[in-house]
């Protein structure tokens, strides 16, 4: 073999070396930032507060969903009284047009419901945005929007 | 006392790394917690400070996670929460029922029980809008 051919393999042995050396340290590195991460990341503190177990969707609260998610006005005229829909009107601000509804949880105190959905859809302007709102049920009826 | 480069350029790819492995594991807890995953609730510690706040009447609590407000609102704010103190209410239960987020938005839904002075006992949700770290709308 001559010199020059011994020194490219030599060459090309170092770089590889080099290389894999390089990935291993950029590695510990990754998985150093992922730790140190974890350690500093504490999430929501704890509750001090007593909290109430999840109960199932009332079927009158999915009624009403799933005539907004719908754009059932006809439907939704009869679920809810004026006042009801005036409220449900405030919530929903500024979504106008309703993509989607999602019922992400509900909770019961001495017969009271609270439900809770999240609405997406888009405002005059075609901005998409995501709302919260809050169905309260009492005796299978809708009492209350906030 | 010089390094050699090959020091150097260790401790720099280590630390370039360190910064990636940050930056990524940050992004993926954001979308776990919104998400729910990994066990989590979606419960965002932003939100939740702010009910802490709201439910011990501490103003201090929610200044460093509202928006910047005038001198006025915040004189208004301190008016009202010394006003809400002398009613002496006390927290019954405090219940993360789920929430959901969209580009930088991120909606907290709660439940809230309390007992007035006079012993009347009020459940009433609460639906915060957080984004860039603050809690933007409470309704």
Redesign the interface.
């Known amino acids: 073999m001559s010199s020059a051919a011994s020194l490219a393999q030599r060459t090309t042995g170092v770089s590889e070396t080099r290389a894999v ?2 990935l291993a ?10 730790v ?3 350690l500093t ?5 704890e ?6 177990p ?1 109960v199932e969707e009332p079927a009158i609260a999915r009624d009403v969903v799933t005539a907004i998610a719908a754009d059932d006005a006809t439907t939704l005229a009869k679920l809810l009284s004026q006042d009801q829909l005036n409220d449900l009107g405030t ?1 929903l601000q500024p979504i106008t047009d309703v993509r989607g509804a ?1 019922f ?4 019961e ?2 017969g ?1 419901f ?1 439900v ?1 959905y ?1 609405v ?1 859809g888009k405002d005059d302007t075609g901005n ?7 169905l ?1 049920v009492s005796n299978d009826q809708v009492v209350g929007v ?1 | 006392m010089r390094m050699s480069p090959l020091v150097t350029g260790s401790v720099g790819t280590v630390l370039v790394g360190a910064l990636l492995g940050f930056l990524i594991s940050s992004f993926v807890g954001v979308i776990a917690q919104d998400n729910g995953l990994l066990g989590g609730n979606g419960e965002s510690p932003v939100a939740r400070s702010y009910m802490m706040g709201l439910l011990q009447q501490d103003p201090g609590l929610l200044t460093n996670i509202r928006p910047t407000r005038d001198i006025a609102q915040r004189a208004l704010e301190l008016q009202g929460s010394a006003q809400s103190r002398n009613t002496n209410i006390t927290p019954l239960s405090l219940t993360y029922l789920g929430g959901g987020s969209m580009g930088g938005f991120s909606i907290h839904i709660y439940a809230v029980g309390l007992r007035s002075g006079s012993g009347v006992d009020q459940f009433f949700p609460l639906a915060l809008t957080v984004a860039r770290g603050k809690v933007i709308r409470s309704e």
Not at chain 1, 25 to 34: D, Y
Not at chain 1, 47 to 52: A, E, G, R, V
């Open positions: 050396a390089t340290l950029f590695g510990v590195g990754l998985l150093a930032g992922i140190v991460h974890s990341d504490r999430g929501p503190g509750n001090p507060y007593p909290s109430l999840k919530a999602k992400v949880g509900a909770v105190s001495e009271r609270l809770a999240t997406t998409d945005f995501i709302v919260g709102f809050v309260r906030n």
